[in-house]
């Protein structure tokens, strides 16, 4: 218990270390506009996340809301997971698998999916392409994984 309660508090730590480190990220409630192209991603900082990369576009400052970019090489995903705060993503492109509170669902563009605090879940791009998503925490980033 010890354990997972101080990976919870590491990964919360490090998903603010980014945000600090990447420079004034607009807030939630900023006017702005973005896009895919434009975006800056960089490797996923989630343990067990080789082939995702992030972009994140705005955030409020600790423990507040973020909204931002990941992609996935075919076959990357992270590993299943919940959030202390509810997630909202959309599937921008390619196929994905998501396993959300026990249930599999195949998605593709335009599929949108909301996972409550706490609610384990896991998206997986099938391929045969990169998969881009879309996604806003309503609070911290913290990555709690299922064992």
């Known amino acids: 218990m010890r354990s997972t309660l101080r990976i919870t508090l590491l990964l919360s730590l490090l998903a603010a270390a980014v945000v600090v ?17 434009e975006a800056k991603f960089v490797p996923a ?10 972009a994140p ?48 669902y195949e998605l593709g563009p335009g599929s949108y999916w909301v996972a409550p605090p706490k609610t384990p879940h896991r998206l997986v791009c099938v391929g045969p392409g990169e998969c881009l998503t879309q996604s806003r925490r309503a609070g911290p980033v913290d990555y709690n994984f299922v064992e």
Do not use: F, N
Not at 21 to 37: I, R
Not at 66 to 94: C, D, K, M, N, Q
């Open 45 to 54: 900082k989630t343990p067990h996340s080789e082939g995702v990369q992030q």
């Open 21 to 37: 480190a990447q420079g004034a990220l607009p807030t939630m409630d900023t006017g702005l506009v973005s896009s895919p192209k």
């Open 57 to 104: 576009i705005a955030a409020d400052p600790p423990p507040g809301g973020s909204t931002g970019y990941a992609r996935y090489v075919p076959g990357a995903g992270i590993p299943e997971h919940w959030h202390s705060a509810t997630e909202y993503s959309t599937v921008l492109s390619g196929s994905m698998r998501l396993k959300l509170a026990g249930k599999t």
